[in-house]
Nanobody, 120 residues
């Protein structure tokens, strides 16, 4: 079993920054992709950014140039540095990872979510 614990959300004003962290723990043999999704009120969940074990990244167009995803493979942790935040970034942010666990099975895991609120 693998658990993801997110931290770093909060309330900020437009233009400010936040850094989200997500640490994976449990029986982890390998981790491939790690990423962040978000769900805004009344909207569907959407991809924010992903990073694979080799370091290649992918971003939603709406956050390119403002958000940076990174990871520490020694700590099984992924980060999301969010700069120049806008009110439309307000959402619950979810961490996800694809991990190889007990029995060499690959399973997708999700965190509980952390609220990010950006006031205008």
């Amino acid at each position: 079993q693998v658990h993801l614990v997110e931290s770093g959300g909060g309330l900020v004003q437009a233009g400010e920054s936040l850094r989200l962290s997500c640490a994976a723990s449990g029986v982890i043999l390998k981790i491939n992709a790690m990423g962040w999704y978000r769900r805004a009120p009344g909207k569907q969940r959407e991809l924010v950014a992903t990073i694979i074990s080799a370091g290649n990244t992918n971003y939603a167009d709406s956050v390119k140039g403002r958000f940076t995803i990174s990871r520490d493979n020694t700590k099984n942790t992924v980060y999301l540095q969010m700069n120049s935040l806008k009110p439309e970034d307000t959402a619950v942010y979810y961490c996800t990872t694809s991990a190889q666990t007990v029995g060499f099975r690959w399973v997708d895991y999700w965190g509980q979510g952390t609220q990010v609120t950006v006031s205008s």
